[in-house]
């Protein structure tokens, strides 16, 4: 799966993943892996664009272990089973 970091800031990262490209149910199931993963506060995916935006506690964890486990989930995301009472929400 490809993916790569566009941007980061301090408590912020913008992850290009050109998956997520008019793919809603992958983006539903990343959004909801993400926004699981200690630390994340919030967690914006734009499919047309093909980014995911995750903002995270910058003081209570590693920038490095955090985004070793969002690429984590962006490779789990096609596969992962999640609720589907998830998967019908409209954000």
Do not use: C
């Not at 994340?40 to 964890?61: D, K, M, W």
Request: proline share 2%; hydrophobic share 45%; no cysteine.
């Amino acid at each position: 799966m490809d993916y790569q970091i566009i941007h980061t800031t301090i408590g912020r990262f913008r992850i290009g993943v050109p998956h997520l490209a008019n793919n809603a149910h992958y983006a539903k199931r990343l959004e909801w892996l993400v926004a699981s993963l200690d630390f994340v506060t919030h967690v914006r995916i734009n499919v047309q664009t093909g980014s995911l935006i995750v903002h995270y506690e910058a003081s209570e964890v590693l920038s490095g272990t955090l985004l070793e486990n969002i690429f984590t989930a962006i490779r789990q995301a096609s596969i992962a089973e999640i609720p589907h009472s998830y998967l019908l929400l409209e954000r």
